[in-house]
Nanobody, 119 residues
Framework: QVQLVESGGGLVQAGGSLRLSCAAS????????MGWYRQAPGKQRELVAT???????NYADSVKGRFTISRDNAKATVYLQMNSLKPEDTAVYYC?????????????WGQGTQVTVSS
């Protein structure tokens, strides 16, 4: 089992910045992917950014150039630096941990943290 604890959400004005953190604990494999997904009201959950152990980050087109994902393997923690935030970034952001080469859907999810961007 793996537990994920997210932090860093909140309310920010458009153009502002937030940094999300997600710490994983439990049975963490050395090979894994961690990432962030978001779900806005009335919409499906969508990928924001993911990064695999030793791999390059992967971003949704809508956040490229504004968001940066990073990870600290020693702390089993993934971060999402969000700059130039837009109202359309408003959503609940979920952390995901996928062991080995498992898909995100079969991995573990955090409880979600609300990000609200006011115009």
């Amino acid at each position: 089992q793996v537990q994920l604890v997210e932090s860093g959400g909140g309310l920010v004005q458009a153009g502002g910045s937030l940094r999300l953190s997600c710490a994983a604990s439990g049975n963490i494999l050395s090979i894994n992917a961690m990432g962030w997904y978001r779900q806005a009201p009335g919409k499906q959950r969508e990928l924001v950014a993911t990064i695999r152990t030793g791999g390059m980050p992967n971003y949704a087109d809508s956040v490229k150039g504004r968001f940066t994902i990073s990870r600290d393997n020693a702390k089993a923690t993934v971060y999402l630096q969000m700059n130039s935030l837009k109202p359309e970034d408003t959503a609940v952001y979920y952390c995901n941990y996928s062991p080995g080469w498992a898909t995100a859907q079969s991995g573990y999810w955090g409880q979600g943290t609300q990000v609200t961007v006011s115009s």
